[in-house]
């Protein structure tokens, strides 16, 4: 028998690439979805979808001001992110990447959530000597101290899928990466460029049996779970 999705979910970072698909896998598998974010989606009119405005700094400033947003146990999908471009700072990028991160972690803890699924990046380690990396490896420390029931942490590698806002770089990156296809095998397997969907369908998957304690998914994991 195929385990079944918890009956409600809560996404943060609903407005990106990885949660907006995130939001249609869950409400097209008949989860009820409550939107946590700084805006509302766009065009969203599903009947089984709600909206929650969210004060990020108020939450950062006191976690236990956001624990009435995870009442009644639902899955928790953390699909937050910035870039150091668009936040102006690598103290902005920071706040977003690992304070709001952690924040919402402690919420969620704080309300007795059992499964909290979050969207990290392949090669993320504190001790990695890329920023952007380092800051991913301080978030995944900050959930796994909380001590969840179930974590998974989702590393995946450059990610696929159409963007309102253009990034040339990214797209530069995919179209190199997809040409280095063929020679990213066996350890480098986890290199390769995934699309956002398939992102979104490897945590929907991981939500129908959570694991005990965390559990981390490569890249190459993810694109199995979600192909
Ligand atoms: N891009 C890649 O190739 C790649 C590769 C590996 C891992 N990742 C990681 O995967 C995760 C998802 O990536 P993605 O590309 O799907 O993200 P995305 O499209 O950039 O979306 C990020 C989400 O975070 C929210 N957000 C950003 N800044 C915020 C702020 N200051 N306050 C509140 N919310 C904020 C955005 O909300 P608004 O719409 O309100 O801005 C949006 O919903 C991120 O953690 C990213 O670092 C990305």
């Given at each position: 028998m195929?385990?079944?999705?918890?009956?409600?979910?809560?996404?943060?970072?609903?407005?990106?690439?990885?949660?907006?698909?995130l939001v249609?896998?869950?409400?097209?598998?008949?989860?009820?979805?409550?939107?946590?974010g700084r805006r509302p989606l766009p065009g969203h009119h599903d009947p089984a979808l709600s909206?929650?405005?969210?004060?990020?700094?108020?939450?950062?400033?006191?976690?236990?001001?956001?624990?009435?947003?995870?009442?009644?146990?639902?899955?928790?999908?953390?699909?937050?992110?910035?870039?150091?471009?668009?936040?102006?700072?690598?103290?902005?990028?920071?706040?977003?990447?690992?304070?709001?991160v952690r924040a919402v972690?402690?919420?969620a803890r704080a309300a007795g959530v059992s499964h909290l699924l979050a969207v990290s990046s392949v090669g993320a380690s504190v001790t990695a000597r890329n920023f952007y990396l380092q800051v991913k490896g301080e978030a995944e420390e900050a959930l796994d101290a909380l001590d969840f029931p179930s974590l998974t942490l989702a590393r995946p590698s450059l990610l696929l899928g159409h963007r309102t806002t253009p990034r040339p770089l990214e797209r530069w990156s995919g179209a190199l990466m997809g040409s280095l296809r063929p020679v990213l095998k066996g350890p480098f397997t986890r290199y390769r460029p995934i699309h956002a969907r398939t992102v979104?369908?490897?945590?929907?998957?991981?939500?129908?049996?959570?694991a005990t304690g965390t559990a981390v998914l490569e890249s190459h994991h993810l694109a199995r779970l979600g192909g």
């Open positions: 195929i385990p079944r999705l918890p009956p409600t979910a809560v996404v943060l970072g609903a407005t990106g690439l990885v949660g907006g698909y249609s896998e869950l409400t097209t598998s008949g989860v009820a979805v409550t939107v946590v909206f929650h405005l969210l004060d990020f700094e108020g939450l950062r400033a006191d976690p236990s001001t956001g624990t009435d947003l995870f009442a009644g146990d639902p899955a928790v999908f953390v699909a937050l992110g910035t870039t150091r471009k668009a936040a102006g700072s690598k103290e902005a990028f920071r706040r977003v990447d690992l304070e709001y972690g402690q919420a979104a369908r490897a945590l929907v998957q991981a939500a129908r049996d959570p």
